[in-house]
């Protein structure tokens, strides 16, 4: 099956600093979506992104198909954006998770 | 739209005793429900497809016998881990399918003593 890799595996912040989250995939797939589970482990559709860029907010998305990969951008990050984040992807009609980014913001 | 809940959303139970989890699409039906099981600090894995009417397939390593899935219909499908032991602790999500999209449950949390 395909492979989904998330990169960093954790990740610390300032309340106000900007990050990346990379997402690198084995194979071409029908769609990407990145999540953001809460604290509660509540899962949280952010972006539907299998090409091309979104922006919503303080977060956008980028994905670049053709070289597998996608990068979740956060900016001005604050503490309520800690959680996991992660990536999945749809390759047969279902969706197929990374290992996710455990982001933590201090204040 | 696409309201998903769980029910119980937290469960302790003694080894050796069985729990119902169920799932609910509370204002749209699910042709497919997936069901996902999530360790402390990893990532979510597929345990199972369900489609409603049919029997689910499950993913390789996870016993059939033991994990119990029902979509009896389009709205509701239960998973009951049968004969629970301190390894199935963990977080189960189910994940309702409508068209192309993949809702998700808020989770049940099961601790086995």
């Known amino acids: 099956g395909i492979q989904v890799e998330q990169s960093p595996p954790d990740l610390i912040l300032q309340e106000g600093a900007n990050s990346t989250l990379r997402c690198n995939f084995s194979?071409?797939?029908?769609?990407l979506q990145w999540f953001h589970q809460n604290p509660w482990g509540q899962l949280i559709n952010l972006f539907y992104?299998?090409?091309g860029t979104k922006q919503n907010g303080r977060l956008s998305a980028t994905t670049v198909a053709t070289e597998r990969y996608s990068l979740l951008y956060i900016s001005s990050s604050q503490t309520t954006d800690s959680g996991v984040y992660f990536c999945?992807?749809?390759?047969?009609?279902?969706?197929?998770f990374g290992g996710g980014t455990r982001l933590m913001v201090k204040p | 739209g696409a309201v998903v809940s769980q029910h119980p959303s937290r469960v302790i139970c003694k080894s050796g005793t069985s729990v119902k989890i169920e799932c609910r699409s509370l204002?749209?039906?699910?042709?497919?429900m997936f069901w996902y099981r999530q360790f402390p600090k990893q990532s979510l894995m597929l345990m199972a497809t369900?489609?409603?009417?049919?029997?689910?397939?499950?993913e390789q390593g996870v016993e059939k016998d033991k994990f119990l899935i029902n979509h009896a219909s389009l709205t509701l499908s239960t998973l009951t881990v049968t004969s629970a032991h301190p390894e199935d602790s963990s977080f189960y999500i189910c994940?309702?399918?409508?068209?192309?999209?993949?809702?998700f449950g808020p989770g049940t949390r099961l601790t086995v003593l």
């Open positions: 194979d071409s797939v029908n769609n």
């Open positions: 992104i299998p090409s």
């Open positions: 204002d749209f039906q699910a042709t497919t």
């Open positions: 369900s489609n409603e009417g049919s029997k689910a397939t499950y």
């Open positions: 999945a992807v749809d390759e047969s009609n279902m969706l197929t």
């Open positions: 994940s309702p399918k409508r068209t192309d999209t993949q809702y």
